[in-house]
């Protein structure tokens, strides 16, 4: 199926099925959805300084060549790309910055794994709330570098490389994983991989994100994949990215909700 047209027909699935707080029975997940709705509207004056740096990566003339190790993109066919295109097609809406902020924020948030750095305004709004360390990690080193040029948070370690050999080194020197951003490669097998690179350091506190789940066929076809795991008790489907809960003491349910 044409990848432009996929989107709009899973949107149009989505619009068809999703709730509101009305409608969820789980009282665990009535109330991590509407501390969500509160945290992004109490959530408007905050991060401001962000969402500067956003505004000047918008407005950057700079043009420059992207190693591209995943499925691409859908608006920018070449390897030279310019700054502000990236910003504008490759980063998180606001509201989904701050809904990972949100969850991140939920978990013991000691080590807080981000894989798809980009420009490095994701990887800002989570090292507000993590504790303990952040790890980063980005295949293009243009993006890399674009992402530690303004004031770098003192939590944060950008590491450049494939995430294929990265993440497993990283993961080995380290005990768990608290919380986890899946928004690299977009392929079926690389988000299966991830995930199941990730599953053994998960703790019944953690949580994971997965960006851009209905981005295309192979990312449905990932998504409903992972969320039937036997690991992963709840799921949450916000169109644009999926939240899984492992806690064994909930019931395990699949919601689709409004956001």
């Keep these: 199926m044409n990848r432009r047209v996929f989107p709009f027909l899973s949107y149009l699935k989505y619009w068809l099925v999703k709730e509101d707080q009305y409608a969820i029975q789980s009282p665990f997940v009535f109330e991590i959805y509407n501390g969500l709705l509160g945290h992004v509207q109490q959530s408007k004056d905050k ?10 990566l918008l407005a950057s003339k700079e ?3 992207i190693e591209d190790y995943g499925a691409g993109s859908k608006k920018l066919k070449k390897s030279s790309r310019k700054i502000s295109s990236v910003t ?25 794994y ?10 800002r709004y989570l090292a507000k709330v993590t504790k303990g360390t952040l790890f980063t990690f980005e295949g293009a080193s243009a993006l890399w570098k674009k992402s530690q040029e303004f004031p770098k948070p003192q939590n944060v370690h950008y590491i450049l490389g494939n995430l294929k050999d990265a993440l497993p080194y990283v993961l080995e020197k ?8 899946l928004d690299a490669n977009h392929t079926y097998q690389a988000t299966i991989d991830y995930f199941e690179l990730l599953l053994p350091k998960i703790k019944k506190s953690s949580i994971i994100a997965i960006a851009d789940i209905h981005w295309s066929k192979e990312m449905n076809q990932a998504w ?5 795991h036997p690991e992963v008790i709840i799921s949450l489907d916000f169109y644009e990215c999926g939240i899984l809960f492992f806690d064994k003491s909930l019931t395990k349910s699949n919601y689709t909700l409004h956001f």
């Excluded at 981000?114 to 990887?123: D, F, R």
């Excluded at 380290?174 to 951003?181: G, Y």
């Design 88 to 112: 504008r097609y490759s980063t998180s809406p606001r509201k989904y910055s701050q809904l990972y902020q949100f969850f991140c924020a939920k978990t013991p948030a000691m080590q807080v």
């Design 47 to 56: 991060d401001l300084d962000i969402e500067e740096i956003r505004k000047t």
């Design 114 to 123: 981000e894989l798809g750095t980009c420009v490095g305004l994701n990887t």
């Design 174 to 181: 380290n005990h768990q994983v608290d919380f986890a951003l």
């Design 224 to 228: 409903e994949k992972i969320k039937s």
């Design 63 to 65: 043009i420059c060549e």
